[in-house]
């Protein structure tokens, strides 16, 4: 669902979409099959995830922008998604990531994320100018790649429930698996290597996705921050479905709420 809501905002909504790109879909998963005791080290990785993932997002759109032609612009997709997975692997292994974020600079953190997501999209904003309407053509959501969508969401389940008990994985290592990026490069190379779809629209809805990525990583970490603030009491943890539910729900109205605001400031 997460994959072909992402594909349709590209083309009818692509601010909106951007912002959708680090949409905390296994984040809430990691929280429903977590423990009580676990909540708080799932929570220090975790909040890492939405930043790393932010940055690999701007990555690949700036790069399919500034790279892509007709010939090559399928190969480069799937060559900038290798290559963005590979990145991943490498960032999240490092020390600082898997210490997390400690428990007394989570809000700061968290504050941070946002007025940085804000400043950079103010300074998108001010250099590209007025934007177009973010209609851009009905032949840009068509559904593809289906069968990868399926693999790779159901490989995420099974790396983020599976893995850690079996092999006794310490807790942050769930936060850190909940933030694998497959959801969101399913998204982006559905857009990037549909051949099908004019070179200059796929460039045009990825320009106008990064009216919206900058604050994408403010979206995900309010959501990780104020959902683990909730479990973290005894007795809120036994409703954990419920409270994600209602964190993604308020988190995907914040998107759209936003993404409308962003789109009405650009073409002003």
């Given at each position: 669902m997460i994959f072909a809501l992402i594909v349709w905002l590209a083309g009818h909504f692509p601010t909106a979409a951007g912002l959708m790109l680090t949409f905390p879909a296994l984040?809430?998963?990691?929280?429903?099959?977590?423990?009580?005791?676990?909540?708080?080290?799932i929570t220090r990785t975790m909040l890492w995830m939405p930043l790393v993932n932010g940055i690999l997002c701007v990555t690949y759109l700036a790069a399919f922008i500034l790279?892509?032609?007709?010939?090559?612009a399928s190969a480069l997709a799937w060559m900038l998604a290798a290559g963005i997975a590979l990145l991943w692997l490498v960032?999240?292994?490092?020390?600082?990531v898997g210490r997390g974020v400690p428990s007394q600079l989570q809000q700061p953190y968290a504050i941070a994320i946002a007025a940085a997501g804000i400043g950079l999209t103010a300074a998108w904003m001010y250099f590209t100018g007025p934007a177009a309407s973010d209609s851009i053509a009905a032949d840009a959501t068509r559904p593809a790649l289906t069968w990868l969508k399926i693999a790779l969401f159901a490989l995420a389940m099974w790396l983020l429930i599976v893995l850690p008990p079996r092999f006794k994985w310490k807790d942050g290592a769930s936060g850190i698996l909940s933030g694998?990026?497959?959801?969101?490069l399913a998204g982006l190379l559905s857009v990037a290597q549909d051949g099908a779809t004019d070179l200059e629209v796929r460039r045009t809805l990825f320009t106008r996705m990064m009216l919206g990525v900058w604050l994408a990583p403010a979206m995900a970490v309010a959501f990780i921050f104020g959902v683990s603030r909730?479990?973290?009491?005894?007795?809120?943890?036994?409703?954990?479905?419920?409270v994600v539910a209602a964190g993604w729900l308020l988190c995907f109205t914040a998107i759209i709420a936003t993404g409308t605001a962003l789109r009405w400031l650009s073409a002003s």
């Open positions: 984040n809430g998963l990691a929280f429903i099959f977590s423990r009580h005791d676990t909540v708080s080290a790279l892509a032609t007709p010939e090559y960032l999240v292994t490092r020390p600082l694998l990026p497959l959801v969101v909730v479990l973290a009491h005894h007795g809120a943890h036994a409703w954990r479905i419920a």
